[in-house]
């Protein structure tokens, strides 16, 4: 089922302002039924709820990069930027099928942002390009590191 046009401007704002999400780009594929996120953790916010949430076998003082690797984390993550979206009144396909997760962030320099801290969409898609497709053809949960940036997604299973 084709992806109907949505604004991922709107999509990026409302995720955002999810506590655990420090930055974040949607990505979108024409041939998915929903879009996922490339999203850079808030590191004090994360550590903060993963002491809280207890998460089996999540260290919380583990570094962000670790965190970012871990199957609960990300589960978190997605959770959480969706019931952000829901609360927002989203559509179900306006909701993350999954989260890309990388602890590096994203300055002027690397090219991912403006100066004016806008997300250059295409140079972040390019970039993670490899871990887009590979998640764009399976449909199991995968789990990829890609050097230099710890990167990992995985599926909704909800």
Same mark, same amino acid.
């Given at each position: ?21 420090? &930055? ?11 879009? #996922? ?18 998460? &089996?076998?999540?260290? !919380? ?17 997605? =959770?959480?930027? &969706? ?6 009144? $989203?559509?179900? #396909? ?20 403006? !100066? ?16 887009? =497709? ?10 990829? &590191? ?11 299973? $909800?």
């Amino acid at each position: 089922m084709p992806l109907q046009y949505i604004a991922l401007e709107q999509l990026e704002s409302v995720y955002k302002s999810c506590a655990l999400v420090a &930055n974040l780009c949607v990505h979108a594929s024409p041939e998915a039924k929903q879009p #996922m996120a490339i999203i850079i953790p808030h590191e004090l916010n994360l550590r903060h709820a993963l002491e809280g949430a207890k998460l &089996n076998g999540v260290d !919380a003082t583990a570094p962000l990069a670790d965190l970012c690797a871990n199957k609960a984390v990300q589960q978190l993550i997605l =959770k959480e930027t &969706n019931e952000m979206g829901k609360k927002n009144g $989203f559509k179900p #396909m306006e909701t993350l099928e999954a989260v890309i997760l990388t602890a590096d962030e994203w300055t002027p320099e690397s090219g991912f942002v403006t !100066a004016a801290q806008k997300v250059q969409r295409t140079k972040v898609a390019r970039h993670f390009e490899r871990e887009i =497709k590979v998640r764009s053809s399976c449909h199991t949960p995968l789990v990829l &590191n890609s050097a230099p940036l710890s990167v990992l997604f995985m599926w909704q299973t $909800f």
